[in-house]
């Protein structure tokens, strides 16, 4: 539930907590999937969070605190880019519609590390090649047209399996968080 706007806008820093232990992760979620340094990703959504404390009061209300958030995060995102000329991660349109159809919610009901935990599990279900696949992609942070050259591939092909790999882990994930097997 989201903490009272009146409440955040008297500068009451226990519902401002709540509003961090509610939204931190989404925010996160959506730099992370923006930016290759996540360390980086992690820092700008902190600075996320002192900007809405300090702009809480200018907030009408108009749109919905995970919007304007997102709002500030892209803000903060933007100016990261520009100073460091940081390269944004490429093709990434379905993950962050995966960030922001779902994740958003379970982060209120699930804490991290579990969700963390069960993401692993679903990547375990992933071997041979696909696996390799997700690990140069995401861990190491290989662009798709070097992977795509690497392996021989052809760039669509490759963002296809892409696509279809994330869509999968996102299932896994929600039938875990939902309490079903997958």
């Known amino acids: ?16 907590e709540d509003l961090v232990r509610l939204h931190e992760g989404a925010v996160r979620a959506f730099l992370r999937s923006r930016i290759r340094d996540w360390a980086s990703a992690d820092d700008l959504a902190q600075d996320v969070f ?3 404390f300090q702009k ?8 919905s605190i995970p919007t304007w958030l997102r709002g500030i995060a892209m803000n903060h995102l933007r100016n990261f880019v520009r100073k460091r000329r940081e390269e944004c991660i490429g093709g ?3 993950l962050q519609a995966f960030v922001e159809s779902g ?4 982060t209120a009901e699930v804490s991290e ?3 963390l935990h069960l993401l692993r599990e679903c990547l375990e279900k992933i071997d041979g090649p696909a696996r390799r ?8 942070g290989r662009t798709v047209r070097e992977l795509a050259e690497k392996h021989d591939r052809g760039y669509s092909a490759l963002t296809m399996q892409l696509h279809r790999l994330r869509e999968a882990m996102a299932e896994c994930v929600k039938l875990k968080l939902e309490g079903g097997a997958s």
């Open 1 to 16: 539930m989201e903490p009272d706007l009146k409440r955040l806008r008297s500068g009451d820093l226990d519902a401002f």
């Open 50 to 52: 002192v900007t809405a």
């Open 56 to 63: 809480i009061r200018s907030f009408r209300g108009d749109s």
């Open 92 to 94: 990434s349109e379905e």
């Open 103 to 106: 994740f958003e919610s379970w």
């Open 113 to 115: 590390p579990e969700t």
């Open 133 to 140: 696949l997700l690990h140069e992609r995401y861990a190491e």
